[in-house]
């Protein structure tokens, strides 16, 4: 069945190391969107596109993420380097795009910065 | 921008009747999304209103009053699996940017 799927489900890693999240969205949607979520902060939205095309990246620090649409089926989040404070769930999620089309979330990639 | 006001936790009964409330303040108006999610796990989908009024799917309804920048999640004859959070979400555009509230936490008791 159709799902989002993201890569890794765990990462642990050290301060300054560079951290890369992937994420296959549902074939054929054309939005994809990148979020954070942390107890203290709930959903934060970093970053979404459109056909492949980022439309709003002000959720994100710029200086050390960075997302990306290599392709249709790939989008990535980057961090680097990494800090303790950026341990939280990333989830990415998928859409048509239109109005009232529902988000279709991945599972989640849980980052833990130590 | 958007601002969106969600009770932080809640507790029912098994079998019980439970009323989530939400309130926005948006720019422009695009719809009202409530979505689900357990701990662990990824928000899924529950409803979308555009319209005013009660729009019912079996055990859970939601309601949106536009002019009172208010919404609802009823949830009805409870069951433990619905312990969970319930997260209120507005698009700030057409089909974009899906901005969250913080999310209620509720607990079902038996």
């Known amino acids: 069945d159709a799902r989002v799927t993201q890569t890794p489900r765990h990462k642990v890693t050290e301060m300054g190391q560079e951290v890369t999240m992937r994420c296959q969205p549902i074939?054929?949607?054309?939005?994809v969107f990148w979020y954070r979520q942390t107890m203290m902060q709930g959903l934060e939205l970093l970053a979404y596109?459109?056909?492949?095309?980022?439309?709003?990246d002000s959720g994100m620090p710029k200086d050390r993420f960075s997302a990306e649409m290599p392709d249709a089926t790939l989008a990535t989040l980057k961090i680097q380097p990494s800090e303790p404070r950026d341990s939280a769930v990333y989830f990415c999620?998928?859409?048509?795009?239109?109005?009232?089309?529902?988000?279709?979330f991945g599972q989640g990639t849980r980052l833990t910065v130590v | 921008g958007q601002n969106i006001d969600q009770p932080t936790e809640m507790t029912a009964t098994e079998g019980a009747i439970v009323q989530i409330n939400c309130t926005y303040q948006t720019s422009g108006f695009n719809g009202l999304f409530w979505y689900q999610q357990h701990a662990g796990e990824a928000p899924t989908f529950l409803s979308y209103?555009?319209?005013?009024g009660l729009e019912e799917k079996g055990r859970f309804s939601s309601f949106l009053s536009r002019s009172k920048g208010y919404s609802y999640l009823l949830l009805k004859e409870l069951q433990m699996k619905d312990s969970a959070s319930y997260l209120c979400?507005?698009?700030?555009?057409?089909?974009?940017?899906?901005?969250f509230g913080q999310g209620t936490e509720l607990s079902v008791k038996p």
């Open positions: 596109f459109r056909n492949r095309a980022p439309l709003d």
């Open positions: 979400a507005v698009p700030h555009n057409q089909g974009g940017k899906l901005i």
């Open positions: 074939l054929g949607h054309n939005t």
């Open positions: 999620a998928s859409g048509w795009g239109g109005l009232g089309s529902e988000a279709f």
């Open positions: 209103n555009v319209l005013d």
